[in-house]
């Protein structure tokens, strides 16, 4: 099984996690393109879906359902998106499509995460995949300078500009053995936008796709 029909497994399998007439939280990404082609094809009614990006809400608008304001919605049941890499715990590393920061904000309106991705992104400790980070530009060379002090090497991702009008940078050989004290620590240094760990935010539910099927992982 390729990695597609593995994402396209999981992407089946967290439908039993949407509930029928509520508004849902959509991420971005390919598994989460796949998601919703499924829900599409479920033919679950919904009363609408609090989007992470341009990409997803032009999706979900082309499948027929409603994208609401993030600041229309008080409270989410149930938000689902993909990853770039989970550990053992549910903290993972996004921002592969460059959408971190709207996930982080929609993820946390959500009483819980669901994370949806093949066994390749499962990891024992986070920071194989390089660490987005979205950043004001301004501050790309001093930023830069305290991820070297950390043992990172940083670049910024060419030719992206995200959809809040920011740039990213990726950055290589970190090692983050502790998810939620790097989150925080990260997330004050002046410039930065948003931190693409998740551990605050880490995923609740985890469905692996695996070839032997879908392995649902518990957070609590
Ligand atoms: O964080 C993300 C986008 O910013 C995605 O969830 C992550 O990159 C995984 O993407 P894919 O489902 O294409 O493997």
Redesign the pocket.
């Known amino acids: 099984m390729d990695q597609t029909e593995l994402?396209r497994l999981v992407a089946q399998a967290a439908l039993a996690y949407v509930e029928p007439g509520s508004v849902l939280g959509v991420?971005?990404?390919?598994?989460?393109d796949l998601f919703i082609d499924a829900l599409a094809a479920s033919g679950i009614a919904l009363a609408g879906a609090v989007s992470s990006s341009e990409r997803s809400s032009q999706r979900l608008a082309a499948a027929g359902i409603a994208v609401l304001d993030a600041s229309s919605v008080e409270r989410l049941g149930v938000y689902v998106?993909?990853?770039?890499e989970i550990d053992p715990q549910g903290n993972m590393v996004?921002?592969?499509?460059?959408?971190?920061t709207r996930?982080k904000i929609v993820a946390d309106l959500a009483e819980r995460f669901v994370c949806i991705a093949d066994e390749s992104k499962c990891v024992d400790v986070l920071g194989a995949f390089p660490l987005p980070v979205e950043i004001i530009p301004m501050a790309a060379a001093q930023l830069s300078r305290r991820f070297a002090a950390l043992g990172g090497t940083a670049q910024v991702r060419q030719g992206c500009v995200t959809d809040n009008g920011q740039h990213i940078l990726d950055v290589r050989g970190l090692r983050i053995t502790d998810p939620l004290a790097f989150e925080a620590e990260v997330s004050q240094w002046p410039g930065v936008v948003t931190v693409g760990v998740f551990a605050r935010h880490r995923a609740r539910v985890a469905l692996i796709g695996t070839p032997q099927g879908v392995r649902t992982r518990l957070h609590d």
Do not use: F
């Open positions: 994402k991420g971005t990404g390919s598994t989460v998106d993909g990853a770039d996004k921002g592969g499509g460059a959408a971190l996930e």
